[in-house]
């Protein structure tokens, strides 16, 4: 949204399509728990390495598009800048509880739909016949159906799939859908992973589509088509990067 206050129509369509490439605070929760749990000495250095690894790709992607889509010349960039002053303690404090307030409310919101959803989806059958076999509940028969996809990144597990769809909703989704699925026994991830296919997770989730919002703004923003645009751009880029990362581990030896 902020796109509007730029002059060239050029230079905003490019910046909407750049921006997912900048991870979202909502991707903390994924990056804290995987990191933290694979990478527990160097958890800081990992994350900081998603960080990088995001603004390269985004820079990468920036030179394709402007020697492709948006091949031109961009309007010189000019800005007027305010008088700026140093904020007091009390609009400080006021501004910081308004935006955590906000993201708390929105993300509990959201996550608690997501929970409920994911329970349902694991505990019934196609036909609304309670199950005692996860495999064989509607989430799982929805999650074998996008496997085949990652498996040639790594990590095949029907669960994993799974957390990844429920992250396009919003993607502080994708550590309740794990903890769903767990039981709550998030150490059971040591099985569903090695350190280096955890990464690699990390790697496709730091560049997938953004949530249903962004998505929906980008819609409102430029149109449909646009929307579509970012969506498959994101899409293919994060499991390109996945897969070359995935095949980098491997001819060094990581498994």
């Known amino acids: 949204m902020a796109t509007r206050t730029l002059p060239s129509e050029h230079d905003r369509k ?3 399509m750049l921006t997912p490439f900048m991870s979202c605070s909502a991707k903390l929760p994924i990056y804290t728990l995987l990191c933290a749990m694979f990478f527990p000495q160097h958890a800081a250095v990992a994350m900081i390495c998603l960080y990088l690894l995001g603004i390269l790709v985004g820079i990468v992607v920036a030179k394709i598009l402007q020697q492709t889509t948006f091949h031109g010349q961009p309007v010189p960039f000019v800005m007027e800048l305010p008088n700026y002053r140093f904020p007091s303690l009390k609009t400080t404090a006021r501004l910081a509880w308004d935006k955590t307030k906000g993201f ?5 919101s959201i996550i ?13 059958d196609v036909r609304i016949n309670m199950v005692a076999d996860q495999s064989q509940s509607m989430l799982a028969t929805l999650g074998s159906l996008v496997t085949p996809i990652f498996t040639p ?10 957390a990844l769809i429920t992250g396009l909703l919003a993607k502080e989704s994708v550590v309740s859908t794990l903890t769903v699925l767990l039981g709550g026994q998030m150490s059971i ?6 350190p280096f296919s955890a990464f690699v997770f990390l790697t496709f989730t730091l560049l997938y589509p953004p949530c249903v919002a962004a998505i929906s703004s980008v819609r409102a923003e430029l149109g449909g088509k646009w929307a579509l645009a970012v969506f498959a751009q994101q899409l293919i880029i994060a499991w390109v990067v996945a897969w070359i990362v995935h095949l980098i581990g491997v001819a060094l030896g990581f498994s």
């Open 189 to 194: 991830l040591t099985t569903m992973f090695t």
């Open 104 to 108: 708390l409310t929105r993300a509990f």
């Open 112 to 124: 608690f739909i997501a929970s409920i959803t994911v329970w349902f989806l694991q505990t019934f």
């Open 153 to 162: 990144l790594g990590f095949s597990d029907w669960r994993a799939s799974t």
């Open 14 to 16: 490019m910046t909407v």
